[in-house]
């Protein structure tokens, strides 16, 4: 779901820019040294899962992880994504580094909703049926949100783009029903096998 450069208008590159160094600064300021390697591990997972895409136009469609990442890490999300895609941006050319703050924005802002929806059912003795559908909708929310926030980047960017930003959200429907597996699956996994990886709960 990257967004290439050259596309985009300056000012949607500036509020992107902007929305993410807010959500970076708060992720930071949440960031404790025992979280350190929750956090990398997850970025590697983000990283790993982002490259396997298909290109469509300035764009592309891949698994992100992004719902997930939201419900371990919340705000934490906001700069390991931002790591994983500027990594992306360096080594493989995916994206760029002036779409860097726009595509880390429409990534992690629905992390961070996912986190707030599913917070309210994570539970050291389990979370219940309901738990598992929030989880489930959270994942693949998430990806339909990003797909969301793409569009309407491009479209607010010129001109002939809103057709190719009709295609993306469409085409990561498939991918949103994969991730919501993911989701409710590792989520239900951890907390029956590790809790303590997704709680005590944090808040900012």
Known sequence: MHISEGILSPE??????????IGISIGLRSLENKDIPKVALLTSAFFVASLIHVPIGPSSSHLVLNGLMGIILGWEAFPAIFVGLALQAVLFQFGGLTTLGINTFNMAAPAIISYYITRPFLRREGMGAV?????AAAGGGSIMLSALLVT????????????????IFVVHIPVAIIEALIAAFTVNFLLRLRPDIIIPEKTV
Not at 12 to 21: E, F, K, Q, S, W
Not at 131 to 135: I, R, T
Not at 152 to 167: D, F, N, T
């Open 131 to 135: 738990g598992l559908l929030a989880c």
């Open 12 to 21: 949607i590159l500036l509020a992107g820019a902007a929305g993410t160094a």
């Open 152 to 167: 309407l980047s491009l479209a607010m960017s010129g001109e002939g783009l809103e057709a190719i930003g009709r295609l």
